[in-house]
């Protein structure tokens, strides 16, 4: 998995409760990503980073929050978690190589909130 | 936002056949397209990619061919073996690549 790490592999959450998602990456990669897998709705993206302390929203951004203080490290943290969070969630990292941004993607952390 | 599709959720082909996956996107503007193997259980593994100055890349047994005129992307898996059921996505992005658009997903099925 391309030097890609996740933590917690698996979290069953309470509704409300605050949860946080841990990615981490040895291959130095200037971007990370945090996505989400339901369904019938494939990968959407939630939040990005491209370097330290600079994250942007992506398309399902609401209701979570993102850090990343190390270049290794990309927390996504769900500050209040509900059902309609319980999904499948993908780190991935990317470099630019040959002017384009491969993705490469960790194993995943199945959330669930009852 | 962006609309990625596949035209078939499922596949399934005999093995040693060729295999076919189809993707449509929507956004003329998308310079950059990622092939992903997902299996069970596991993150979306790259499999190949194109940029849209090309209309054909090869790797080892797969082949990804891009038609900009009709937006439209596919996949073709030469020798399909039992190893290759997976879900294949397609991913689109343009500009700088920040930010993929994935499609829903094809599931192949190699029979034996």
Known sequence: DAGITQSPRHKVTETGTPVTLRCHQTENHRYMYW?????????????YSYGVKDTDKGEVSDGYSVSRSKTED????LESATSSQTSVYFCAISESTRGVYEQYFGPGTRLTVT | ????????????????DNSIINCAYSNSASDYFIWYKQESGKGPQFIIDIRSNM??????????????????????????????????????SKNTGNQFYFGTGTSLTVIP
């Open chain 1, 35 to 47: 996505y989400r897998q339901d369904p019938g709705h494939g990968l959407r993206l939630i939040h």
């Open chain 1, 74 to 77: 990309f927390l996504l943290t």
């Open chain 2, 1 to 16: 936002g962006e609309s990625v599709g596949l035209h078939l959720p499922t596949l399934s082909v005999q093995e040693g």
């Open chain 2, 55 to 92: 209309d054909k890349r090869q790797g080892q047994r797969v082949t990804v061919l891009l038609n900009k005129t009709v937006k439209h992307l596919s996949l073709q898996i030469a020798a399909t073996q039992p190893g290759d059921s997976a879900v294949y996505f397609c991913a689109e």
